[in-house]
């Protein structure tokens, strides 16, 4: 397990410098320049091309992407914005616990939702809840993320006034974002949840317990659950890694001061250090939720822990 855990973050490293060098290069192609969009188009050009040169956008491609990387490997520096005049680093830990707080909010809320009625759905297969589960699934599964934030935030903030509408310096705040971003998750783990279910207890082993006499709810529980939140797990770790990208839709809606405010304010400034250190701190972080959720498997599934203890040799 070791060994695997060991080559998995040395895999990290050429998926970080791609990372790196593909929203480097998409940063260098879109049209405009830093000194351009901070002073303003009636900025004298002897300014502006001042501005550029203390920021080193003056030089050439490959040595300002090399540098950059050079910076992190060799000093562990993020840089330091072009808007802010701050370092980078300080602003990511700044913002990123309002978007962690939401990212776990979320996917506790989604998976509660989506888990618990996806199996209560595969239970009774073809009842009136049933149906009712899959039709509402559908529903928020095809629902528009930002039409449901502002949905919710117009009849509980704007028309009941009973929660706040932005910001992130209180519980409360965070409410109306969960909602927006668990609801739509939500609708695909039920929908994952319930198929994985229906295809579990119908396998021999399942017959099996049953025909030995093992009641219901230790069949649903003990045997096909443990099998069936194998996908589950992996839209889970895929789904939290995503919100941990911001949930920019959510932060957007309700003017959340998160990671997903804050790479859109940096693309728009072109503020290529904020951009350039949000995404490789988030991809660092997901890398480490991908890996979290392998190791994770070992426990889920016996064999897969098996396979780590051998060490993945074949057997002759």
Same mark, same amino acid.
Request: charged share 15%.
């Given at each position: 397990?070791?060994?695997?855990?060991?080559?998995?973050?040395?895999?990290?490293?050429?998926?970080?410098?791609?990372?790196?060098f593909?929203?480097?290069? @998409?940063? /260098?192609?879109?049209?405009?320049?830093?000194?351009?969009?901070?002073?303003?188009?009636?900025?004298?050009?002897?300014?502006?091309?001042?501005?550029?040169?203390?920021?080193?956008?003056?030089?050439?491609?490959?040595?300002?992407?090399?540098?950059?990387?050079?910076? @992190?490997?060799f000093?562990?520096?993020l840089?330091?914005?072009?808007?802010?005049?701050?370092?980078?680093?300080?602003? @990511?830990l700044?913002?990123?616990?309002?978007?962690?707080?939401?990212?776990?909010?979320?996917?506790?809320?989604?998976?509660?939702?989506?888990?618990?009625?996806?199996?209560?759905?595969?239970?009774?297969?073809? /009842?009136?809840?049933?149906?009712?589960?899959?039709?509402?699934?559908?529903v928020?599964?095809?629902?528009?993320?930002?039409?449901?934030?502002?949905?919710?935030?117009?009849?509980?903030?704007?028309?009941?006034?009973?929660?706040?509408?932005?910001?992130?310096?209180?519980?409360?705040? =965070?409410?109306?974002?969960?909602?927006?971003?668990?609801?739509?998750?939500?609708?695909g783990?039920?929908?994952l949840?319930?198929?994985?279910?229906?295809?579990?207890i119908?396998?021999?082993?399942?017959?099996?317990?049953?025909?030995?006499?093992? /009641?219901?709810?230790?069949? @649903?529980?003990?045997? +096909?659950?443990?099998?069936?939140?194998?996908?589950?797990?992996?839209?889970?770790?895929?789904?939290?890694?995503?919100?941990?990208?911001? +949930?920019?839709?959510?932060?957007t809606? =309700?003017?959340?001061?998160?990671?997903?405010?804050?790479?859109t304010?940096?693309?728009?400034?072109?503020? %290529?250090?904020?951009?350039?250190?949000?995404?490789? =701190?988030? +991809?660092?972080? =997901?890398?480490?939720? %991908?890996?979290?959720?392998?190791?994770?498997? +070992?426990?889920?599934?016996?064999? %897969?822990?098996?396979?780590?203890?051998?060490?993945?040799?074949?057997?002759?």
């Open positions: 397990m070791t060994k695997y855990v060991v080559k998995r973050i040395l895999y990290m490293i050429p998926v970080l410098l791609g990372v790196a593909l929203v480097f290069t @998409i940063l /260098s192609l879109t049209p405009g320049d830093p000194g351009s969009i901070i002073l303003g188009i009636t900025a004298k050009p002897e300014d502006i091309a001042a501005l550029n040169a203390e920021f080193g956008y003056d030089q050439p491609f490959f040595v300002r992407f090399f540098q950059y990387i050079g910076d @992190i490997l000093h562990f520096d840089g330091t914005s072009y808007s802010t005049r701050q370092p980078v680093i300080d602003t @990511i700044a913002r990123f616990p309002n978007t962690l707080v939401l990212a776990l909010l979320s996917m506790c809320v989604s998976s509660l939702i989506g888990i618990s009625l996806g199996i209560f759905s595969a239970v009774r297969q073809y /009842s009136v809840m049933d149906h009712v589960c899959v039709v509402v699934a559908l928020f599964a095809s629902m528009p993320g930002f039409w449901l934030g502002l949905m919710l935030l117009i009849l509980f903030s704007l028309k009941l006034g009973w929660l706040p509408s932005f910001g992130a310096s209180s519980l409360r705040h =965070f409410i109306l974002p969960t909602l927006t971003v668990s609801l739509t998750s939500a609708a783990l039920l929908r949840t319930r198929s994985a279910m229906l295809e579990t119908r396998q021999e082993y399942i017959r099996t317990a049953k025909a030995k006499g093992a /009641s219901n709810k230790r069949v @649903i529980w003990k045997h +096909a659950l443990r099998n069936a939140l194998l996908p589950v797990v992996t839209t889970l770790g895929g789904g939290f890694g995503a919100s941990l990208g911001g +949930a920019i839709i959510a932060e809606v =309700f003017a959340m001061p998160g990671m997903g405010t804050l790479m304010t940096a693309i728009r400034q072109k503020d %290529i250090p904020t951009v350039m250190g949000a995404t490789l =701190f988030l +991809a660092v972080l =997901f890398s480490f939720v %991908i890996l979290f959720v392998d190791i994770l498997y +070992a426990f889920i599934d016996p064999r %897969i822990k098996a396979k780590y203890q051998n060490g993945g040799k074949k057997r002759e």
